[in-house]
Structure formats: structure tokens, C-alpha cells
């Protein structure tokens, strides 16, 4: 049996930049071999894969060419589908020649997909069109850190400083004074426009513009402007102001910590993306069903003797309706029920299931939703859907209006023990600009989990319950969403920060 590998390129950061085609194979492949200039995001594609790291700078072993090669083929002589996911594109400083050799000689088919390189991707994001009509009419590119052990360097630097065009260097970082060097040198102008790209189409991308004679002074040491980076050489590179798109979104240069579960979480942090932010995922809580569904099949077979069914949450929503339906085949059991939500988002999951709310509150407040209820449910038995823990205010209101109150608890929320190192770092440092917190139990773990490091950060609550929450454990709002959702919650940040702008 033999397997077949294709060589993705990953593109140069954005994980929506990489190309159908890619997608398409990440999603049949056994294995995904991924470097550390492939966003990990990608593996998201790939999700029965096995993902096997070979290697990303200052956070685990680089991987030889050697052992990925054999990596590699050892997968492919056992039948998988491999993928060997490659940052930029595969033909483009990636060594993809020496893996296709091997290939060749093991005798495994394979096929090459392209993908954007840092050069190209500098025109859309970083405002930098490495041609123009008047100003560069051809692109060089040029590699900063050429194979070791060679005699000689085989650029012809006299050739490249007489170059009519844009010059575009990749891995030059720990380069850089030799390069420049040699280049100015060899007749290049020491004050030829040039700007230095990190991080090309990712949310923390920057830019440093500056003349030739002053690139090394910016990246001696490496550490100053850590790789990856393009030097691109050249009088297009004035253009970027004009051009630079990037900069203008109203979230772009902002850290924001998104804590919701992880099953929700993109919902907040894809929108907060678009408007330019970097960020960053940490789940507060977890969710997950509950450890008896018991008292969930009880309130389910009751449902006859039910007047009005609750539902606090769209996680409610999901956990008992699914239940529902795996144990009873339809929603038919729902039949004389009336059904109330909290909130237009708890409505939408219930169009899911092709069911409309009889009853929503105009301002998602449940106080408001126990107002518009009690009139109608005295002597009545409700039922109200929640998670294992959370307020009692609605079935408080209720029971005093003389309604017979049944709560049962769909799904569990627990406490995260732990954050990521890296992301607990962060905040240590001061570095994430917003954290948003979407419910009590949130709010009080953050608190446990990040102590006095959270005070380095503004907060973005969801609503009233969730500030009061906040403030009580010492912790100052800086947004509160109003009305209660998600798009509010965004709104509020980019209102506070175009506020201080």
C-alpha cells in the first residue's frame, strides 16, 4: 500500500488565505505534517487528521529536513494521505525540491498546491505593491540566509543593486547587516526606501519603514523585530500609507482575550477579527451534559402536565431538545407547551428546531421575562431549562406569583483549572487590551485564575448581572453591552476605543 502526499502552502498567516484547493485536501488527509509558519488555525480543516508539529522557533524542537523528510515518507508507505502543510507557498524558499526528490526516489505520488507568499501577500496587507507601472516594473526575490557551508554566495549582489525594480528579502533577520552591507556596497543607495514586514495579513502585524542603511540597526539584534519578516527594497514602498487598509479597521493593533466556552467562542472572536483585533482564546468555563440526564427524561416525559417551558440559554436549547429528540424521535412531546426565552439568541437556536418562542423579553433581562409570565402562570406548572448553576431571580419572581416551579438542569458548567502559560503571560505583561466577560461564573473564575493581572486589562461585560458580578470581586467595567449580545458587546468595544482615539 501507498499513500500520496500533497505539499500545501499555508499562505503567509491568515488562515482564510489559504486556497480551495488546500482545504479541500487538508480535509481528506490522514496526517498533516505542519511547520511553524503554517497557522495552526489551519489544522481546523484537518480535524480526524493526526497534527504532528515539526517545529516552530522558540517553542519546540526544530525538526531537521532530514526527519521531516523521513516523517514524511514513513506515513506514506503505510497508505495515509499526507499532508505536508508549508508557510507561503511551497515553491518559494521552502525546500520543497529536497521532499520531492524523496518522493521521486520512494517512488510515492504526490502533488504540489500553491499558496501566497509573504511578497505578495505585502501589496494587499501591508499597502505595499511590490510592482507599479511607474515606479517597479520587475521583483527580485532574494533569500537573507542562503544554505550553510557554500563556498560562496551565489547572488550576484553588483546585479542586484543595479536591479531596475523592487527587491523582496526573506529570512533575512539575523542577516541583516551582511546583506545591507553588501548591497550598498555594490552601488545600492544607502537611503533607498525600504520597509521591514512581520507577521505579513496576521492581526499583530507590523511594519517599520526606514532607509536601507538603517535595516540592520532595527533587526540586530533578533530579538528587536522577531521573525518572520520580509525586507521589501524599494520605492513602492512609500506607497503603504495610502494603501494600507489594515490599519484603518477600528479594532486593528487591539489584543482582545475571548473567554466563552470553546463550542461558542468563535461566534465573538471571528466578528472582533473582521474589525482588525488579534485574538486571543482562553474558555473560562466549559460546558459539557450532564453527569445524570435523569431529572431531564422526568422533565421531559412530563411535559403533558407542563404549561409553559423556559429556556435561560441557547446551551439549554441545545442539551434538551437533543435529548428529546434522541430518546423520543420528534418535538411532538412539546405539544400544549407555551415556550419563553431570554433572549433573541436562544430564540434563533430554537428556530433550529423549527420552533418559535410564544414569549421574548424586549430587553433580555429575566426579570422582565417574569414580569410578562406571572400573570399567566398562577397555579401552573412551569418548567424552566437551565445550566447547573447560575441565578435564581426567574424562578424566585415565578414561585411568588404562585406558579408551580419545576427547574431542571440541562448541562453543566465547571471552572477551567488552568490557563494557557502563554496567554497568562500575556496578561501578566499588560498586553491584552480587552478581555470580555459573558457571564458571572466567567467573571468569578477570571478572578481566580488571573488575579491582579486582570486589572491590566479593560473589560467588556455583557450585561447588568455581569458587571455587578465584576465590580463586587474589585474589578472595573470599561463597556457594558446594551442591549444584551454579542454584536452589542462588540459594539461597545469599538465605540470606547474610537472614544479615546
Known amino acids: 500500500m501507498t499513500g500520496k ?31 511553524g509558519l503554517s497557522n495552526a488555525a489551519l489544522l481546523a480543516h484537518a480535524p480526524t487528521a493526526q497534527h504532528i508539529s515539526v517545529g516552530k522557533h522558540g517553542r519546540s524542537r526544530i525538526w531537521q529536513q532530514s526527519e521531516i523528510i523521513e516523517e514524511m515518507l514513513s ?45 505578495l501577500a505585502a501589496g494587499s496587507y501591508a499597502g505595499i505593491p511590490i510592482t507599479h507601472r511607474k515606479l517597479a516594473s520587475a521583483v527580485a526575490l532574494v533569500t537573507g540566509h542562503e544554505e550553510p557551508g557554500k563556498q560562496q554566495s551565489a547572488l550576484d549582489w553588483d546585479a542586484l543593486a543595479r536591479f531596475p525594480g523592487t527587491l523582496v528579502v526573506y529570512m533575512g533577520v539575523t542577516t541583516a547587516e551582511t546583506w545591507t552591507r553588501l548591497l550598498i556596497q555594490a552601488g545600492k543607495d544607502p537611503a ?57 479597521r477600528p479594532l486593528s493593533g487591539r489584543t482582545v482575550l ?11 472572536a471571528g466578528p472582533l477579527r473582521e474589525l482588525g483585533a488579534h485574538v486571543l482564546v482562553q474558555p473560562a468555563i466549559t460546558i459539557s451534559p450532564p453527569a445524570d440526564w435523569t431529572a ?14 423556559i429556556f435561560c440559554s441557547v446551551n439549554g436549547v ?17 405539544a400544549g407547551n407555551q415556550i419563553a426565552v431570554v433572549g433573541e439568541k436562544t430564540a434563533d437556536a430554537l428556530a433550529e428546531y423549527s420552533l418559535k418562542p410564544d414569549i421574548v423579553p424586549s430587553d433580555f433581562r429575566s ?12 397555579g401552573q406548572r412551569v418548567t424552566i431549562v437551565r445550566a447547573s448553576r447560575g441565578s435564581d431571580e426567574l424562578a424566585e419572581s415565578l414561585i411568588a406569583g404562585g406558579a408551580d416551579v419545576r427547574q431542571v438542569v440541562a448541562y453543566s458548567h465547571r471552572d477551567v483549572d488552568e490557563l494557557d502559560p502563554e496567554i497568562l503571560s ?15 461564573a466567567t467573571a468569578r473564575n477570571l478572578h481566580r485564575l488571573l488575579g491582579p493581572a486582570i486589572k491590566h486589562s479593560k473589560i467588556a461585560s455583557l450585561s447588568p448581572v455581569t458587571s455587578a458580578t465584576l465590580t463586587q470581586l474589585g474589578i472595573e467595567v470599561s463597556a457594558e453591552a446594551n442591549p444584551f449580545t454579542i454584536e452589542s458587546l462588540i459594539g461597545c468595544i469599538v465605540d470606547h476605543e474610537h472614544a479615546i482615539t
Open 296 to 309: 431531564v427524561d422526568t422533565a421531559i416525559e412530563s411535559l403533558s402536565q407542563n404549561k409553559l417551558l
Open 5 to 35: 502526499v500533497y505539499l500545501i502552502g499555508a499562505g503567509p498567516g491568515d488562515p482564510g488565505l489559504i486556497t480551495l484547493r488546500g482545504a479541500q485536501l487538508l480535509a481528506c488527509s490522514d496526517v498533516v505534517l505542519y511547520d
Open 426 to 440: 500575556i496578561a501578566r505583561d499588560g498586553q491584552i487590551d480587552w478581555i470580555t466577560v459573558t457571564s458571572s
Open 367 to 378: 426579570k422582565s421575562l417574569a414580569d410578562q409570565i406571572q400573570p399567566h402562570v398562577n
Open 258 to 268: 475571548v473567554t466563552r466556552p470553546a463550542d461558542q467562542a468563535e461566534a465573538l
Open 75 to 119: 506515513h506514506a508507505r503505510l497508505g495515509r494521505t499526507v499532508a505536508r502543510l508549508k508557510g507561503g507557498d511551497p515553491a518559494v524558499f521552502a525546500r520543497t525540491a529536497e521532499e520531492v526528490d524523496a518522493l521521486h526516489e520512494a517512488g510515492i505520488p504526490f502533488e504540489i498546491v500553491p499558496g501566497i507568499t509573504a511578497a
Open 192 to 248: 533607498t526606501p525600504t520597509a521591514l514586514v512581520r507577521r505579513c495579513s496576521l492581526p499583530d502585524q507590523q511594519s517599520i519603514h526606514c532607509r536601507l542603511d538603517e535595516v540592520a540597526g532595527h533587526l540586530t539584534p533578533a530579538s528587536r523585530f522577531r521573525p518572520p519578516v520580509v525586507a521589501i527594497i524599494g520605492p513602492v514602498t512609500q506607497l503603504a500609507d495610502a494603501m494600507d487598509w489594515t490599519r484603518r
Open 318 to 334: 441545545r442539551f434538551f431538545l437533543d435529548r428529546l429528540l434522541n430518546q423520543h424521535g420528534d418535538t411532538r412531546l412539546l
